[in-house]
């Protein structure tokens, strides 16, 4: 029997102890690794790794848009969002376009750091009791 790698095991871990806000932050880190490696391979043109870091991070979207609580009209906003990258995701991988997969980088970043702002603003809240 394998031992049990201990970088899986705290992952896992990270991920069945994190609230809902912490996970979607893992999410967009997570998309943004992948969207980093596929653009890495178009790179060293490497089709097939390429498509397959693209499709992960698709994953990730797909992921953030059916989590979303339809009752706020963020939502509705972030899953306009979420649409937009996902076609462009579709449009990099046919025409294995790296401004494409730049585009989808920069867009990432921002709702990343969007987020961890926000989950750091409750944070502060929460500590002060407001």
Known sequence: ????NPYAQYQQNAVNSADPGQLT?????GALKFN????VQLEAKNI????????RVQDIITELMVSLNQEYEISKNLLSL???????LVDANVKKDMAILEEVQG????????????????????????
């Open 25 to 29: 932050l893992m999410l967009y880190n």
């Open 48 to 55: 097939e790794q390429t498509n397959y870091y693209i499709q």
């Open 107 to 130: 867009m990432l970043e921002e709702l990343r750091n969007t987020w961890a702002e926000a989950l750091k603003q409750v944070k502060i809240s929460r500590a002060v009791g407001t």
């Open 82 to 88: 979420y649409d937009y990258i996902n076609r462009r």
């Open 36 to 39: 980093k490696q596929a653009m």
């Open 1 to 4: 029997m394998q031992a049990p």
